[in-house]
């Protein structure tokens, strides 16, 4: 049936339409814009929010492939993690490709590359154990060492510590391509078997030690990268 809204005709049981007229309109248009534009400032306080997000953890070079991915997927964690996981790879790419030990490199020289089953190994990255180049203390007692090596900066680095018994060994065995060690005297380790002794090794015949904690050795610092 066709409505004339010019006359209306009463039928029982069904609701007339009702003409709407331009003062009417007008208002309705006027809500619905109100509304858009609601909705659109909603949508850019969220697309601001992530965009913060995305410079705080991501590089430039990635925001816009994790974008991507969140578009594509409608926050798919599984992308997130994915491009996350290419970041860190590609970080992992700055170290030199035929790095050695003994080469110069984060503050000091490579003592060390991580092999499968070392701890911090990781398949298809370059990680190890740099030595400082030279002796942090002398003649100091273990209390001193583990003080000296923390307070170490070299290369702008703030991570150096004491090595411990199984690092320790390492830069014993690559102590002529790190050079500066003092041959004929012990090094402290920080690995310690009580509150009185802590473990050392001689640089002269490779044989580790428990040491008298108020014992005076030498002090080389480690970090790793």
Not at 8 to 32: D, F, H, M, Y
Not at 103 to 121: H, I, M, P, R, T
Not at 142 to 149: E, G, L, M, Y
Request: aromatic residues 10%; hydrophobic residues 35%; glycine residues 8%.
């Amino acid at each position: 049936m066709l409505w004339n809204l010019r006359e209306k005709v009463s039928v029982p049981g069904i609701v007339e339409p009702v003409s709407i007229g331009a003062a009417q309109s007008t208002a309705l248009n006027r809500v619905e814009s109100q509304h858009e534009i609601q909705q659109l400032k909603t949508l850019n306080k969220g697309r601001d929010t992530m965009n913060n997000i995305l410079c705080s953890f991501f590089s430039k070079s990635r925001r816009i492939m994790v974008q991507l991915a969140l578009v594509c997927t409608v926050a798919s964690p599984v992308a997130v993690c994915s491009v996350y996981a290419a970041e860190t790879a590609v970080a992992a790419t700055h170290v030199p490709a035929n790095l050695k030990v003994g080469d110069n490199y984060g503050g000091g020289k490579v003592a060390y590359l991580f092999q499968s089953g070392d701890e911090g190994y990781v398949a298809g990255q370059t990680h190890g154990l740099i030595s400082a180049k030279e002796d942090q203390a002398s003649n100091t007692t273990w209390d001193k060492a583990v003080k000296a090596c923390q307070q170490f900066k070299g290369g702008g680095f703030s991570d150096w510590r004491l090595p411990n018994k199984a690092e320790l060994n390492r830069l014993y065995v690559s102590r002529a391509a790190i050079g500066g060690f003092k041959d004929h005297h012990f090094y402290w380790s920080s690995t310690e078997s009580d509150k009185n002794d802590a473990w050392d090794q001689s640089f002269r015949t490779g044989v580790q030690n428990l040491g008298y904690k108020l014992d005076n050795n030498y002090v080389r610092a480690v970090r790793t990268f």
